[in-house]
């Protein structure tokens, strides 16, 4: 058997699990188990949190006239569509006048998108070819210190086919790339990447994770201390709510592919909620943050991507009192309507931000030694212009990212405003060092 081959039981043994007949759960950080806390893989010293990425995408562009801030830190003013981070503005950069050059120009939505973590130029025609994404190569660097690499979700099916642009409709769809000529695949189903956490599979995989592991809690349970006893209750709490609600999703997903097949059509290739998705995107887009929140603090994964909605999205928001698809209000992005959908994507950061803030681990919390990264392909997507992009940033890594400033590149020139400087700044702060990275060679000044 090869090291490779190796390395999953290599890494198991070095890591606190819970076992259960067809499942093992990973842990949060204990300050009393050693092989927990005395050394975290990829930690700079022992006792130290490893260093997370996230990226969330929200595709066609924000509401521009409702979206900035001013001033810095806890006095930090906030327009409206980044009210939802209020309680984070210590913790969060609003990066303005960035662009991703290989994408501008070419033509509008798929050749905008495909790129947006890699700053490679895309091939026309039926050859996909772009670049590899920097969750991916964060992955390749460090995910062998965990036993997922990586973790991809989307809250949208792709898409198929051609643009009028002659970009394939994949680009829409994929902003994690694993090749150059290949997108990592998404997965959209709650049920199915809750599932991946805990390697749940075969015969008991509708069965409770958590009554499958019951006795294996108890007996650490009695081995830790009292602080940890608490911090295991409330993860075990946390894990058996998002169990639940990924459960109830797991039948609709059922019930959907038997009528996929009965249809003699691919489950891809129906409309939610007839495949299994919600029709109510906030329940979707919560569970999977959940799920990547579980990943990462119980470090199953250090990367994780999160396609929130595609460029040329067709998703509904009835709660919003929207009545246009996603792409189609896009068009009319000064209207109080596209403000609603701007600031409930924003909310979306907010919450996956508060669930790894309410995660303590060692001095700090999760979102501490984690950044997160917000952005979309567009600015307007009334005029489809992506000459500026707008970027967030939640987490200070550790304390290797000043956090809490408001941060202008729009007169740098356009040497010195390329979102892959962001990306090289950002997988150095990683301990990722990399000569040139996509379009750009040099870092980003003060960042």
Known sequence: MSNQENRPNELLSRRIFLHGAGVVMGLPWLESVPALAATAEGAKTPGTPPKRFIVQFMGTGISPGNWGAKGEGAGMELS??????????????????????????????????????????????????????????????????????????????PLTGYHESNFSMAYSSHISWQSPDSPVPTEVYPSLAFDSL???????????????????????RRRISRDDRTKL????????????????????????ANRAKDKGKPLVGMKRPENGLPEDVRAH?????????????????RIATMLMCRDLSGLFYPFLNVRDTHHIASHSDTSAEYQRITKFYVTQLAYLAGKLQA?????????????LLWLSNMYSGSVHDNSTLPVLTLGG????????????????????????????????????????FGDADARLAGF
Do not use: W
Request: glycine residues 10%.
């Open 359 to 371: 995660m303590q681990e060692g001095q700090g919390s999760v979102l501490d030694s984690t950044c």
């Open 233 to 256: 209750d409330e993860y075990l709490a946390r894990v058996r709510d998002v169990e639940q609600r990924a459960q109830r999703m797991r039948g609709d997903m059922g019930k959907a």
């Open 80 to 157: 409206s569509s980044l009210q939802p981070l209020e309680p984070f503005k210590t913790k969060l950069n609003v990066i303005n006048g960035l662009f991703n050059k290989p994408s501008v120009g070419v033509g509008i939505h798929p050749g905008m998108t495909g790129n947006i973590l890699s700053g490679m130029p895309l091939t026309r025609g039926a050859v996909l070819h772009g670049g590899i994404s920097i969750d991916q190569v964060l992955a390749a660097r460090i995910g062998q210190d965990v036993v997922q690499p990586s973790l991809v979700l989307a809250c949208e099916q």
């Open 198 to 220: 805990f390697e749940n599979s075969g015969s008991r995989r509708m069965e409770s994770i958590l009554d499958r592991v019951k006795d294996d809690a108890a007996g650490l």
């Open 397 to 436: 890594l550790g304390g290797a990212l000043a956090t809490g400033r408001v941060l202008n590149y729009r007169d740098k020139g356009d040497e010195n405003r390329k979102l892959c400087s962001l990306y090289l700044s950002l997988m150095d702060k990683m301990g990722v060092q990399l000569a040139r």
């Open 285 to 301: 887009m919560q569970l999977m943050c959940d799920v990547v929140a579980l990943a990462i603090q119980t470090d199953k994964t």
